[in-house]
Structures are given as C-alpha cells and as structure tokens.
C-alpha cells in the first residue's frame, strides 16, 4: 500500500451518476482521510445518499473511479452493504427480530460462529453503544427514536468495519438525544480508529464533531474544509446554506 493509499479512506475521482436524463454527480471528486469524521451536506434532492450509495456499491456509476481502504470498488461491489459499517436514514432495524437477532444479522451473514460467540459479540456491541444487555431481547417497536439509532449503530458495527457511513443520524431525535449521538461517534471514532461518512443537515452535529465538511452542490463538491473555513467559502449555494436566516439563527445561538 503506497503512502496516498494510507492516508485516504475513500477516493472518488470524476464521479458521474444519473438516472435516465437525470444526471445527479456530475464528475465528482472527494477525498476521505483516514481516521477523519467528514460531514457531508447539501441541497434536498442534491444527491447526497446518491453518493454514498454509490460510494458503497449499491447504485452503478457511469463514469469515474472509486477506491475505499486501497480498493477499487467496481460497478456492481456486491457485500460490501453487508460488511461496512451503515446507518441508513430509514428501514434502520428488522421490526420482526429482536435487537440482538439485528445485530446478528451481519455476523450471520457473513461468518459462521457459534451461537454463544453471537451472543458476546452482540452484548458487547450493545454495550459500545449505550444501551444495556436486557435491551437485546426487545423489539424495534418498542424501543425510543434514539435506542433505535443506537441498536442500529451496533448492528452496523457488527462486523468491526473500519469505516461507517452515517446518513442523516440525528435526524429525528430530539436536541438532547441528538447531542448524546454525536458524543458516540466521536467516541467510536476516537477509541476504535473509525473513518466516519455522514450525511447531515445537523449545524450542530458539523459544528461539534465532523473534522470536516464536504459541501455538495450542482453534482460537485464545492467546499470542502474545517467548519470554519465552510463559513468563509464564496460559493452562493454554501453562503446560503451558512449564512440564510435559520443558520444564523443557530450560529448565534451556539456562540
Ligand atoms: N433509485 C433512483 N432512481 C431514480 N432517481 C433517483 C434514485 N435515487 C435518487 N434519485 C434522484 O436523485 C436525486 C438525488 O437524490 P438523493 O436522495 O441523493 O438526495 P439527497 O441529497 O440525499 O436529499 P435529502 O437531503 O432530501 O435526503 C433526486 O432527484 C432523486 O429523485
């Protein structure tokens, strides 16, 4: 591995997605450092999740080439859903298994291991994630938004991925719950050499914890930096984002 590959998670290089006349990514570059929490944001309907599903394989890409831990991942990557780290924004948790049967899941799929070996990994991975062991036996159903998230994370940490892609996390939880979330990440990041991708419109969340921030506008990423040098990008779309009414808002309020 050359000294480019160790220190980049994930490389994108002219990147062209589109569906029908669509064309959503249009000749796209990114690169993710190793270790790094980098925040991704971006107009609705921007091709945010696009990216990132492409980056995992699961849409085909027209043009371009993309490399994650060294690899180039090829049009159809088939596993790598399975293997990574993720945390989709909907469809989190399996509503008819149990949280430990969810976290399983993964290990199931791609190793063959004892049952009781299934049940350490599971508790453990609970644990990582704050909630407690009698938690395992419960259903999606009756867990709150923010158990949810967490149940999902351990499910995507399942398999000890050296990356997690994150979309819209904190979306849905509430100012404390969502605050609590990103601790974790940070946490996860610190303790177990994470690279974490994540989507989020969170103000706090790119203020607090991603050490970067990739602004996504017209297919392209137009900024990219500390959240500090986003604030001064001239790009129209990324002053509007950071400088319209509702962020300034915010802004004020965190000071
Ligand atoms: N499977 C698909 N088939 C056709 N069009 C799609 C598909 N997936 C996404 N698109 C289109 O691609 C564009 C980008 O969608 P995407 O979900 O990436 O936006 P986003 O930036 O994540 O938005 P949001 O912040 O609202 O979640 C949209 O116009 C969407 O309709």
Avoid at 186 to 198: A, D, H, I, Y
């Amino acid at each position: 591995m050359d000294a480019t590959q160790e220190e980049f998670a994930i490389r994108v290089r002219d990147l062209v997605v589109g569906f029908g006349r669509q064309t959503v990514l249009n000749q796209l570059s990114l690169d993710v450092r190793r270790g790094e929490i980098l925040g991704l944001v971006g107009a609705s309907g921007g091709g945010k999740s696009v990216l990132m599903r492409t980056i995992i394989g699961l849409i085909p890409r027209q043009a371009g080439t993309i490399e994650v831990m060294g690899q180039p991942i090829g049009g159809r990557t088939e596993g790598a859903a399975t293997t990574w780290g993720i945390l989709f924004q909907q469809g989190a948790l399996f509503s008819s298994l149990t949280v430990r049967q969810n976290i399983q899941f993964p290990l199931r799929e791609n190793l063959v291991l004892s049952q009781e070996l299934m049940d350490e990994i599971a508790i453990a991975k609970l644990e990582m994630v704050g909630l407690r062991p009698q938690d395992a036996d419960k259903y999606p159903s009756e867990l709150s938004g923010g158990m949810t998230k967490r149940a999902a994370l351990a499910r995507a940490l399942a398999l000890d991925p050296p990356i997690l892609f994150l979309d819209e996390p904190t979306s849905g939880l509430d100012p404390i719950a969502a605050g609590d979330f990103d601790a974790l990440i940070r946490t996860l990041q610190k303790t177990l050499g994470l690279t974490v991708f994540m989507v989020t419109h969170d103000l706090a969340s790119l203020t607090t914890v991603c050490d970067r921030v990739a602004a996504l506008a017209d297919g392209r990423i137009v900024a990219i930096g500390p959240m500090r040098e986003l604030l001064q990008s001239e790009h129209p779309w990324v002053r509007a984002y950071f400088h319209g009414k509702r962020s300034q808002m915010l802004q004020h309020e965190m000071r």
